[in-house]
């Protein structure tokens, strides 16, 4: 009975091995595909995947890094007529933008494309600057308002839908 039992336990440890070898091949095939996929991302105007794709993206990526942080802009215009009342929305545009920090407002004045008065308007409602186009040829800059809201609008509250609630920073646009 002993050696009836040698052979089929040699079927099984080949069998197992087999099966190892199999398994191990999926796995490499499947992190060389992977490897491939990865590697053949295009990365484009079309298709912003990454942070470093958009800090090169800006017209000034040292100003933009050093003194705040580069930035998806979107533009769109909404169109409102009362009688009817009718809600018209052009299609959005996208472009590369920059968010200047609070504390670097000086480095904007002293290239002259913001007044004191408009620093003065803008620290008056807590917001910050954002710029797109050449800092140093007639960029669009603009008082920008920061939303810290940190919860999901589609999702209505606990205690009911919410219509009519503020946020308590909507008085700082």
């Known amino acids: 009975m002993t050696?009836?039992?040698?052979?089929?336990?040699?079927?099984?440890?080949?069998?197992?091995y087999t099966l190892l070898?199999?398994?191990?091949?999926?796995?490499?095939?499947?992190?060389?595909?992977g490897i491939a996929f990865s590697s053949t991302t295009n990365v484009n105007a079309q298709n912003v995947a990454s942070r470093?794709?958009?800090?090169?993206?800006?017209?000034?990526?040292?100003?933009?890094v050093q003194y705040g942080a580069s930035a998806m802009v979107v533009e769109s215009y909404a169109y409102i007529t009362m009688n009817p009342f009718n809600v018209y929305v052009s299609q959005p545009s996208m472009h590369p933008g920059c968010v200047i920090r609070?504390?670097?407002?000086?480095?904007?004045?002293?290239?002259?494309?913001?007044?004191?008065?408009?620093?003065r308007n803008c620290r008056n409602r807590l917001n910050t600057f954002g710029f797109m186009g050449d800092i140093n040829n007639d960029p669009k800059v603009q008082c920008i308002y920061q939303n810290q809201a940190d919860d999901n609008n589609?999702?209505?509250?606990?205690?009911g839908t919410g219509v009519g609630n503020k946020a308590p920073e909507s008085n700082r646009f």
Not at 21 to 33: H, K, N, P, S
């Open 3 to 16: 050696r009836s039992s040698r052979p089929s336990s040699r079927a099984k440890s080949a069998l197992n």
């Open 21 to 33: 070898a199999i398994i191990g091949g999926v796995f490499i095939l499947g992190v060389g595909i």
């Open 52 to 64: 470093e794709f958009l800090d090169r993206s800006v017209a000034n990526p040292e100003l933009c």
């Open 102 to 119: 609070n504390t670097n407002w000086s480095v904007l004045e002293r290239m002259n494309v913001v007044s004191s008065n408009e620093v």
């Open 154 to 159: 589609f999702l209505a509250p606990q205690g």
